[in-house]
């Protein structure tokens, strides 16, 4: 019997140090097979720009960390990196695929801008269990990285949940396990399943009218403590705890559509 095979993203590039810890995570679980982008990508989504059209240039790099079949560095998106691995680069459909570890956390009502989630979800879209890990980090470090932040809690619960989904199926209309580790987390920190916060994490920023970089600015929400009880945003903030957050491609609406026709049919 083959053993399992896992394809790992990111959206911060081949050069991330969380990259290579969600690989150092994954050695040992089965074969593991790398496609990343050749940049930082944050804030990609699940977008798949046009101007990259149908070619797509790979580049075979040496990523040494423990046992790597291969690692592809790709001028992509994550989502197209995803599309382009299941394409081309993977000998199979994989058994899992892991986006991460992010340089931040990807909480509340903006994880659609996230590249890290939007890699998920493409994955997912190949009906590929994914998992989503992301660790909080001070802005100023959400597109480089903290070369001192130490990963062995995101480690951790790496390897324990994709062992978890090799293993188990997940349950329908759960496509993704969001998790969200708090910056000091450990491998003995708990973990509580969550719901996405309704709240905007990221506030918006006006940039100065100097700066001709285009660069989005924001900070984080204010008393980030306060959010829901239960929600990823307060699992973080208020209880310190590891958020897991599933979540699916069915962006529906929970509204009882008896009531929601009847109100949209009823004249003005």
Wanted: with cysteine; net charge negative.
């Amino acid at each position: 019997m083959d053993a399992p095979l896992i394809l790992v993203i990111n959206d911060d590039g081949i050069e991330s140090d969380g990259l290579r810890a969600a690989v150092t995570a994954l050695v040992g679980l089965g074969e593991v097979i790398v496609a990343a982008p050749t940049r930082q990508w944050s804030g990609a989504g699940r977008s798949i720009p046009s101007a990259v059209g149908g070619d797509v240039a790979t580049i075979d790099y040496p990523l040494k960390v423990g046992t790597v079949q291969s690692a592809y560095a790709i001028d992509a998106s994550p989502a197209l990196c995803v599309i382009h691995a299941m394409l081309h680069l993977v000998p199979r459909l994989p058994d899992l695929v892991v986006s991460g570890i992010n340089f931040g956390e990807n909480v509340g009502i903006e994880v659609t801008i996230s590249g890290t989630i939007g890699a998920a979800l493409e994955a997912a879209s190949f009906r590929v269990p994914a998992l989503a890990v992301s660790v909080e980090m001070p802005v100023s470090s959400h597109l480089t990285g903290n070369p001192s932040h130490d990963y062995a809690g995101a480690i951790a619960y790496t390897r324990r949940f994709a062992r978890r989904l090799l293993r188990k199926t997940l349950p329908f209309d759960v496509d993704v396990l969001s998790i969200n580790l708090p910056e000091l987390a450990t491998e003995k920190t708990p973990w509580q399943l969550t719901r996405l916060s309704r709240h905007r994490y990221f506030v918006p920023l006006i940039l100065d009218a100097s700066d001709e970089s285009n660069s989005a600015a924001y900070r984080v929400m204010d008393n980030p403590e306060a959010t829901e009880v239960g929600s990823d945003i307060w699992c973080l903030h208020h209880a310190h705890q590891v958020s897991v957050t599933p979540l699916s491609l069915d962006l529906t609406s929970r509204v009882d559509f008896g009531a929601l026709e009847e109100q949209l049919q009823r004249e003005a």
